[in-house]
C-alpha cells in the first residue's frame, strides 16, 4: 500500500486509463512539457493522505491548475528578461577613462558588436582584459598562434571596417 491507501496495481491501472486523456488535456496550454505536468498531477495524488473523493476530476483540476502556474510563471520569466534587457544599453561599455560621448567611441561598440563573436572575444580579452594570447587560448582551448591569428584578423576587420 502507498501513503494514500492505494497499491500499486490501482494506481497503474489509474495511470494506464487516464494517462492519454490527461496528456491531451494538458496540450490545450501552451507549454513546452504536457507530459510533466501530468507526472506532477500522479505525483501529487500520491502525497494525498487520502484519496479524494473523484479521482479522475481531482487529477483534471490539477493538470489545469500546473498548467495555469507554469505559463504565469514563464509570463513573470519572460517579463523580467525584457527588463533587465531593456536596462542595459551595451553589452560592451568602454573603461572609465573613456569619454562617453565621444564619436569614435560610439562608433567603434557598434563596429565591434558587428564582428563575429570570435574576433569580439579575441580582441576585449587582449585589449581590456589584457590577458596574454597564451591566456586567451587556455580560455578557448585553442594553441596561442591560433588565438594571435584570430586576433589579428579580428583587428583587421575592426580597421576595415572603421576606415
Do not use: C
Amino acid at each position: 500500500m502507498t501513503k494514500n491507501g492505494k497499491n500499486r496495481p490501482e494506481m497503474a491501472a489509474m495511470i494506464q486509463t487516464q494517462l492519454p486523456a490527461l496528456l491531451l488535456f494538458a496540450r490545450q496550454w501552451p507549454h513546452d512539457s504536457p507530459e510533466d505536468i501530468v507526472q506532477e498531477a500522479f505525483m501529487r495524488l500520491l502525497e494525498q493522505p487520502e484519496p479524494p473523493e473523484n479521482v479522475t476530476a481531482w487529477l483534471f483540476t490539477v493538470v489545469r491548475n500546473l498548467s495555469n502556474n507554469h505559463i504565469r510563471s514563464e509570463k513573470r520569466r519572460k517579463n523580467r528578461e525584457i527588463q533587465k534587457s531593456s536596462q542595459i544599453s551595451s553589452w560592451f561599455v568602454m573603461p572609465n577613462d573613456a569619454d562617453e560621448t565621444n564619436e569614435n567611441h560610439t562608433k567603434l561598440i557598434e563596429q565591434l558588436q558587428q564582428l563575429p563573436f570570435q574576433f569580439r572575444e579575441v580582441i576585449v580579452a587582449k585589449i581590456w582584459g589584457k590577458l596574454t594570447f597564451d591566456q586567451i587560448a587556455s580560455i578557448q582551448g585553442t594553441s596561442t598562434s591560433s588565438a594571435h591569428r584570430t586576433y589579428q584578423s579580428g583587428i583587421k576587420l575592426l580597421q576595415e571596417k572603421l576606415l
